[in-house]
């Protein structure tokens, strides 16, 4: 199968009826970056800054930073890049940095990601400054996490612009173009996209938090792990919702949570009207596969039948199906 998957990398992600999948793939350290070009992938959809910070013996600097995101870049090419901000606090914590000063009972929901960046704001600004410097030249893309309200997504754009603002007086070479994004991993976050769609140039649903936060089940607990289903209703309806809106408000939308790397959960995405997904690089040629041997409109279909009168295991019933489809 691995031989398969290998001979899959430079095939298009096309579903049979012609729809064009982006596939991108979530990195973290320099050493990730090889796997744009192993796996044939279109981008790296999720780039989590924070591992550099996670890694390091103290906080590291800005040109540190700097070189490590215009390492990243040079070894991405021509393929897009979607740099997340800092999401460290909660259960990523810096033993360096002394996040919150209260115990947090709910670290998941406590003080982490942009929370911090925002308060701390020389966090972010050092961030900024050096992710606007590494892509001189370059099309930079950034994307924030944890994003509830729209005030936040402003918060943090201002920042990123003021970087701009002064590298720009200082006559330095700025990138091309800063496309913003946000998380959509908040509940929150989703009951504002109108308000939110002439502020933002994409949108990733991060369904890890997501579906933590929508079930109220800690995503680090295994007590839980079993407890709900990704292929659950609530998930499926809550996440055909935001598809069907961003469709209308003509927002960009991708996953870029690990449901997106499981080839039934991605086919169900798909079904649901999502056309990029950012996975785990092992899981590039299963979903390629996949996404290659199915009927786009079929699965659309079959998954608003699904969801109008839902079978008691819903993953079940999608396995069987698939399988009947030849998927
Ligand atoms: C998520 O929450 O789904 C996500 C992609 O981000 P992380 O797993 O880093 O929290
Ligand atoms: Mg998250």
Redesign the pocket.
């Known amino acids: 199968k691995r031989a398969a998957y290998t001979e899959l990398k430079d095939k298009e992600p096309v579903t049979k009826d012609g729809t064009r999948i982006t596939l991108n793939i979530n990195a973290g350290l320099r050493d990730d970056m090889g796997m744009l070009n192993l796996t044939g992938a279109d981008g790296i959809g999720?780039f989590?800054t924070e591992f550099q910070f996670l890694v390091a013996a103290k906080m590291p600097g800005r040109s540190g930073q700097l070189r490590f995101y215009r390492d990243v870049l040079d070894a991405a090419g021509d393929k897009p890049v979607i740099f997340r901000t800092v999401?460290i606090g909660g259960d990523k914590p810096l033993p360096y940095f002394q996040a919150s000063e209260v115990k947090e009972e709910n670290p998941a929901m406590g003080w982490r990601a942009l929370r911090i960046g925002l308060e701390r704001d020389a966090l972010m600004k050092v961030q900024a400054r050096s992710l606007i410097e590494a892509a001189a030249g370059r099309k930079l893309n950034v994307m924030f996490?944890m994003i509830a309200e729209p005030w936040e997504f402003d918060e943090a754009k201002a920042v990123f612009e003021k970087q701009l603002e002064f590298l720009r007086s200082r006559k330095k070479q700025v990138p091309l173009s800063i496309r913003y994004g946000a998380?959509l991993?908040v509940p929150a976050l989703a009951e504002c996209l109108d308000q939110m769609a002439s502020r933002l140039d994409f949108l990733s649903i991060?369904?890890?938090?997501?579906t933590q936060f929508l079930f109220a089940a800690d995503r680090s607990n295994p007590k839980l792990a079993e407890r709900f289903d990704w292929l659950s209703p609530a998930i499926l309806r809550f996440i055909g919702r935001v598809s069907r809106q961003a469709d209308d408000l003509g927002i960009e939308l991708s996953v870029?949570?690990?449901m997106g790397g499981r080839p039934l959960d991605a086919l169900a995405l798909l079904g649901l009207g999502i056309k990029r997904l950012s996975i785990t690089p092992a899981s590039v040629g299963p979903i390629k596969a996949m996404v290659r041997s199915l009927d786009l409109t079929a699965v659309k279909n079959h998954l608003q039948t699904l969801l109008s009168d839902p079978p008691s295991d819903p993953r079940t019933a999608l396995r069987q199906w698939a399988k009947q489809q030849h998927i």
């Open positions: 999720l989590r999401d996490p998380m991993e991060g369904t890890n938090d997501l870029c949570g690990e």
